[in-house]
Structure formats: C-alpha cells, structure tokens
T-cell receptor, first 114, second 112 residues
Framework: EAGVTQSPTHLIKTRGQQATLRCSPISGHTSVYWYQQALGLGLQFLLWYDEGEERNRGNFPPRFSGRQFPNYSSELNVNALELEDSALYLC?????????????FGDGTRLSIL | QQQVKQSPQSLIVQKGGISIINCAYENTAFDYFPWYQQFPGKGPALLIAIRPDVSEKKEGRFTISFNKSAKQFSLHIMDSQPGDSATYFCAAFSGGSYIPTFGRGTSLIVHP
C-alpha cells in the first residue's frame, strides 16, 4: 500500500511569489491535514479537508489556502510568500472524522524563501 | 498558548539505557494521546498511542504511562538503541475537534 506522497520534495521561491504544494493521501483515506513544521516550533496545524470540504483551519493568515479534489488529493497554496514561511510542510491523511484513526504523514515539502 | 508541554527538548542516552520523555496537558477534553517518531528527512510516523481509560500501554520496547489526574503522559524507551535516535512528538486529540495538538518535540540521541 502506497503511503502519503507529497510533491515537490523541495521548493525554492522568493518573497512575494506564490507556492503550490501537493499531497496524495493513502488510498481510501478521505481526510487530509496540512501542517507547518518550522525549526523549534513543532508541528503547527494549518488546514483540514474532508470529503472535499474545508473542515477546520489553524491560526494562519488567509494567504494560506488549499483545496481537496474529488479523488481526495489536496493542494496547499501560499500566496505573497514571506521569509518566515520557510519550513517543512507536512501532509497527513486518515480514514475520516474520527479521532480513533491515526494520521499518516508524508515526508513533506521543504519550502525555502529567499 | 501551548496546550501540550513536552520535555526535555533534547535527550542523550547511552545504548541500553532508558529514555523518558514527558508531556503535560491542560485540556481535559483530550481523549487520545499518540506518540510520533520522526527521522531526519522523513515525516512523523505513529509509534504508539493511548486512551485515558488505561494507565499504561506497552509495545515492544516502547511504553506509554498515563496519569489522568496529573494530566501527564510519558514515553519510555527501554534498552535504547542508536537506531532510536530521532525526534519524538507527543500529541493530544480532542474528539470534538479531530485536530491534534502537538508537543514541540524531543531530540533523542542514543550513543553506541
């Protein structure tokens, strides 16, 4: 069974640009979660999608947005990039809206802002 | 506001020793407590998890101890091995929100 896959592995952008990160969940998983992992700050919750709908978002500005497609894959878009957006962005998937189900993580996209 | 406090930030243990990582929480609505292991360049992987209705759960060399009254839980790694060197995150789920709150992580180094 293929795990959660994320692309690209690395992404280099400059301030003010826009970045698009992609995630394919484990087959059968309907929920996709996005996290930002900045150095020393642990995992900060960004967005949660389930069945194509945004279910919850963390304490991030509106320039962080995303969507979930009918095949349950997901995109994270970051507009007007700032230096502090440099981080590892992790995607996770699970069976659905049930805390009994563990989240399975991809290996992340390393976003570097120059 | 940090809802899950994890300590220590870093830990160095000799091979064969016991590694202990602690987490404390405040939100009594939390009802699921997983631990994740993350190697460099990889995403976190679920290691072991516990619910508040049990005080201890053991899987191989890894044990979670849970103290509901103190609102604390800890990960014990017995007979620590160099291959255990990684960053460990505790987390807490509230069934009402389905979004976990993570601790800030503990960097574990096991010397041969």
């Amino acid at each position: 069974e293929a795990g959660v896959t994320q692309s690209p592995t690395h992404l280099i952008k400059t301030r003010g640009q826009q970045a698009t990160l992609r995630c394919s969940p484990i087959s059968g998983h309907t929920s996709v979660y996005w996290y930002q992992q900045a150095l020393g700050l642990g995992l900060q919750f960004l967005l949660w999608y389930d069945e194509g709908e945004e279910r919850n978002r963390g304490n991030f500005p509106p320039r962080f947005s995303g969507r979930q497609f009918p095949n349950y894959s997901s995109e994270l878009n970051v507009n007007a990039l700032e230096l502090e957006d440099s981080a590892l962005y992790l995607c996770a998937s699970s069976w659905g809206r049930d805390s009994n189900q563990p989240q399975h993580f991809g290996d992340g996209t390393r976003l570097s802002i120059l | 506001q940090q809802q899950v406090k994890q300590s220590p930030q870093s830990l160095i243990v000799q091979k064969g020793g016991i590694s202990i990582i602690n987490c404390a929480y405040e939100n009594t609505a939390f009802d699921y407590f997983p631990w994740y292991q993350q190697f460099p360049g990889k995403g976190p992987a679920l290691l072991i998890a516990i619910r508040p209705d049990v005080s201890e759960k053991k899987e191989g060399r890894f044990t979670i101890s849970f103290n509901k009254s103190a609102k604390q839980f800890s990960l014990h790694i017995m007979d620590s091995q160099p291959g255990d060197s990684a960053t460990y995150f505790c987390a807490a789920f509230s069934g009402g929100s389905y979004i976990p709150t993570f601790g800030r992580g503990t960097s574990l180094i096991v010397h041969p």
